[in-house]
């Protein structure tokens, strides 16, 4: 079994139609997940013990002939800037460590574990989520699995590191400028930002970055992201900005796109450089909408200039609502912002409580 070439929807029908256990899908993530975390960091609590009692869930549910759900045994990872019952939330921030764990599911987690996902852990996530490395002085820094020299790019560093390597499939992630698809690019992933509401960001708390982020799935191909986008999209009613749910398929459309009659192609925005590796990719990407008959409409300028002052503008207020719930005792030990010069690998298991949380498999694994 080979996580990274399996589809999320081939996986799951094996399951559903019992010719794979999803026993045997968990076990065989917990066992990538002890033999490669060590290395690349991207996890920082996991709970193998109670993994496995979903999966056995999922596997009963089969038996009984019950509906286990579309995603059936598939592992999934939680970025920690989420709450996933029984994990600690820690941002990955040192004020919010000894917190107790999470009572209930964030609105997204909760909907792919009724779609039969199974939570194997949460991933690293720079302080808060601030900066396109993940880093933090809580877990250390998660590395890329292409080459541990560089970095798994952020804030959903951890969970693109643990998709890439193979550990999951399908994993959580947000982003506010970019903190799904930075990871996605550094690592090798389809990554796709979802528009505001379609994923639901309610709960006790709004959101840090209101008008910004929005939440959604990583994996490793886009076929495998609509899968998960499919159950997770809808409105909420602890989130009045939550959009209704499309009446068509998203999976479906994959089969039968339809194509839109016109787009707008804008290689520098007007202020941006672009590398000439990443031109050639989009001009071919291009070249394959028009040859299907799209129109495409090449603008020079979209902006007059870079619009990044008005964005960091926002962001600085919005991390002041952050910091605005932990107390002026905690709130110093908030780390810099900026991006540490070298790679620093955590040497020490992650835990994320008083208690270490991380539970592996019972018997012994080999990589």
């Known amino acids: 079994m080979d996580l990274r070439r399996e589809s999320v929807a081939g996986l799951a029908k094996e399951v559903r139609t019992g010719k794979l256990a999803a026993r045997e899908v968990v076990g065989h993530a917990l066992e990538r997940i002890v033999a490669l975390n060590p290395t690349l960091n991207a996890f920082v609590a996991v709970d193998g013990d109670r993994a496995m009692e979903a999966a056995a869930a999922v596997d009963e549910a089969v038996a009984a002939g019950r509906d286990p759900g579309p995603l059936a045994g598939i592992p999934l990872a939680v970025k920690d800037l989420e709450d996933a019952e029984g994990f600690v939330t820690t941002c990955g921030s040192t004020t919010r460590a000894g917190r107790a764990p999470a009572s209930s599911d964030s609105a997204l987690v909760a909907r792919l574990k009724a779609a039969g996902c199974v939570v194997v852990g949460k991933t690293n996530t720079p302080e808060f989520g ?65 528009s505001l509401g379609r994923v639901p960001t309610g709960g006790p708390h709004a959101p840090d970055w209101h008008e910004l982020s929005t939440r959604g799935v990583m ?131 992650p835990s994320t409580s008083r208690r270490s949380i991380w539970s592996g498999p019972r018997t012994p694994v080999t990589t």
């Open 130 to 194: 601030w900066k396109a490395d993940t880093e933090n002085a809580l877990f250390g820094r998660t590395v890329n699995p292409w080459n541990i020299d560089h970095i798994a790019g952020g804030s959903s560093g951890g969970s693109a590191a643990a998709i890439a390597s193979g550990m999951v499939p399908l994993a959580t992630g947000s982003d506010g400028g970019g903190s799904i698809r930075i990871p996605s690019s550094c690592c090798g992933l389809s990554g796709l930002k979802p």
């Open 219 to 349: 994996a490793r191909r886009m076929a495998d992201v609509v899968a998960g986008l499919e159950v997770a999209v809808g409105p909420d009613p602890t989130d009045l900005r939550s959009l209704p749910r499309a009446e068509a398929s998203w999976s479906k459309a994959l089969d039968a796109p339809k194509l839109p009659a016109r787009v707008v192609w804008s290689p520098t925005l007007g202020y941006a450089p672009l590398d000439d590796e990443v031109r050639g990719a989009c001009e071919r990407a291009i070249e394959v909408v028009e040859s299907l008959g799209v129109d495409v409409v090449e603008a020079d300028s979209i902006f007059d200039r870079d619009p990044v002052d008005e964005w960091l503008l926002l962001t600085m207020v919005y991390n002041l609502r952050s910091l605005a719930r932990s107390t002026r005792r905690a709130a110093h030990r908030v780390g810099p912002t900026s991006t540490p010069s070298s790679p620093r690998r955590s040497t020490t298991r």
